[in-house]
């Protein structure tokens, strides 16, 4: 499965972007997909979950970005979008589009939001 995100850019805070991840491939039918995030100048560090969606719609959002952030999805597109509203600058961040079935894991190419105060 190949993930494509888009979206990402410098906003100040108290903005709004939103990030999409398109997917392609052999997508299966039960799949989750979410974002995760990794702060710049972390390269060891993992990456972590800010929203995704279980492999029965469920969505889970990090603490941190509850009531700010939205995830949802289009299975027609089969992609998965992340409205991020309200930001700052510890959202700062390169934003990972994450895919997951039986098979295995995938991962997009990352988007960088950058939340100047």
């Known amino acids: 499965v190949q993930l494509v995100e888009s979206g990402g850019g410098l906003v100040q805070a108290g903005g709004s972007l939103r990030l999409s991840c398109a997917a392609s491939?052999?997508?299966?039918?039960?799949?989750?997909m979410g974002w995760y995030r990794q702060a710049p100048g972390t390269p060891g560090k993992q990456r972590d979950l800010v929203a995704s969606f279980t492999g029965v719609g469920t969505a889970h959002y990090a603490d941190s970005v509850k009531d700010r952030f939205t995830i949802s999805r289009d299975n027609d597109k089969n992609t998965v979008y992340l409205q991020m509203n309200s930001l700052k600058p510890e959202d700062t961040a390169f934003y990972y589009c994450?895919?997951?079935?039986?098979?295995?894991?995938?991962w997009g190419q990352g988007t960088q939001v950058t939340v100047s105060s």
């Open positions: 994450k895919y997951r079935d039986y098979l295995g894991d995938s």
């Open positions: 491939g052999n997508i299966l039918r039960i799949n989750a």
